[in-house]
């Protein structure tokens, strides 16, 4: 698009956004990645994921660049070999994890190993373990070692205004010891404060020596504004909220309708829809 600088890197989220509610990565994004690579321009995908749970889009991708799982609470390459990571304080996860059980919520710790859970019939931990493509380990309580080992905590619940206000508590009594944001309705993830998807923006534009004016960023989630604030052009996705839309320079269709696909090729490539 004119008046623009020449987009160099497409960051990508990947729920809600690379794939279906399925969570089918479709002929048409696969296509348009590969459409992306023959005009020079680079993929990269983050997401609240683990690392291991975004393996299954390596290959199909063609990803060639650091892969940033948990919102940038570690950075892998292609063989999933951590090049960097972030762990939570113990005392602020501890104090997340007692702000996330009083305020009603489920929680999952995730460690750079471990998906840690005490209850595997609780909400969407079967939903989870079918898009991540492995098992939870269950115990019957956070330890202390847990939260030393804590890159992630999340939590859960479908009470959405509760998930909500918890957010809001997290960040009012955390403040800048941790990033807390939305990657779902009914997720709040809580991180080390360098770990957000907009930190992800700031890291590849330094890795990759490409100016943050020349990334785009595509989304669907609240987390995801993060990374629109410090990229050159951001794209929401037809199926985000309108706070989110509102805060994107476009809007595209929906993952449902190969929303991503279609942003590649009328936003980034510059192509007719």
């Given at each position: 698009?004119?008046?623009r600088?020449?987009?160099?890197?497409?960051?990508?989220?990947?729920?809600?956004?690379l794939?279906?509610?399925?969570?089918?990565?479709?002929?048409?994004?696969?296509?348009?990645?590969?459409?992306?690579?023959?005009?020079?321009?680079?993929?990269?995908?983050?997401?609240?994921?683990?690392?291991?749970?975004?393996?299954?889009?390596i290959?199909?991708l063609?990803l060639?660049?650091?892969?940033?799982?948990?919102?940038?609470g570690?950075?892998?390459?292609t063989?999933l070999?951590?090049?960097?990571?972030?762990?939570l304080?113990?005392?602020?996860?501890?104090?997340?994890l007692?702000?996330?059980?009083?305020?009603?919520?489920?929680?999952?710790?995730?460690?750079g190993?471990?998906?840690?859970?005490?209850?595997?019939?609780?909400?969407?931990?079967?939903?989870?373990?079918?898009?991540?493509?492995?098992?939870?380990r269950?115990?019957p309580?956070?330890?202390?070692e847990?939260?030393?080992?804590?890159i992630?905590?999340?939590?859960?619940?479908?009470?959405?205004?509760?998930v909500?206000?918890?957010?809001?508590a997290?960040?009012?009594?955390?403040g800048?010891?941790a990033?807390?944001?939305?990657?779902?309705p009914y997720y709040?993830?809580?991180?080390?404060?360098?770990?957000?998807?907009?930190?992800?923006?700031?890291?590849?534009?330094?890795?990759?020596?490409?100016?943050?004016?020349?990334?785009?960023?595509?989304?669907?989630g609240i987390?995801?504004?993060?990374?629109?604030?410090?990229?050159?052009?951001?794209?929401?996705?037809?199926?985000?909220?309108d706070?989110?839309?509102?805060?994107?320079?476009?809007?595209?269709?929906?993952?449902e309708?190969?929303?991503?696909?279609?942003?590649?090729r009328?936003?980034?490539l510059?192509?007719?829809?």
């Amino acid at each position: 698009m004119t008046g623009r600088p020449p987009i160099a890197l497409l960051l990508a989220d990947v729920d809600g956004t690379l794939v279906t509610q399925d969570k089918v990565l479709t002929p048409e994004a696969q296509a348009a990645a590969r459409e992306l690579r023959t005009a020079g321009i680079s993929l990269a995908v983050t997401s609240g994921r683990p690392p291991k749970g975004m393996r299954m889009l390596i290959e199909p991708l063609a990803l060639d660049t650091v892969i940033a799982g948990f919102n940038g609470g570690v950075y892998v390459d292609t063989k999933l070999i951590v090049l960097d990571q972030r762990t939570l304080d113990p005392d602020v996860a501890r104090e997340g994890l007692d702000i996330v059980t009083g305020g009603g919520l489920d929680a999952w710790l995730y460690t750079g190993e471990d998906w840690l859970i005490r209850d595997p019939d609780a909400p969407h931990v079967a939903r989870e373990a079918f898009t991540v493509q492995f098992d939870a380990r269950i115990v019957p309580s956070f330890t202390d070692e847990h939260l030393r080992q804590c890159i992630k905590m999340v939590g859960v619940s479908d009470d959405y205004p509760r998930v909500q206000q918890c957010e809001q508590a997290v960040q009012r009594t955390l403040g800048d010891r941790a990033s807390a944001t939305r990657s779902q309705p009914y997720y709040l993830d809580i991180t080390h404060p360098q770990a957000n998807k907009g930190a992800v923006v700031e890291h590849l534009s330094r890795l990759l020596s490409i100016p943050a004016d020349r990334i785009a960023t595509i989304g669907d989630g609240i987390n995801d504004t993060l990374m629109f604030a410090k990229s050159g052009f951001s794209i929401a996705m037809g199926n985000a909220s309108d706070e989110v839309k509102g805060r994107a320079n476009v809007v595209a269709d929906a993952n449902e309708q190969d929303g991503f696909a279609k942003a590649v090729r009328r936003f980034i490539l510059g192509r007719d829809a």
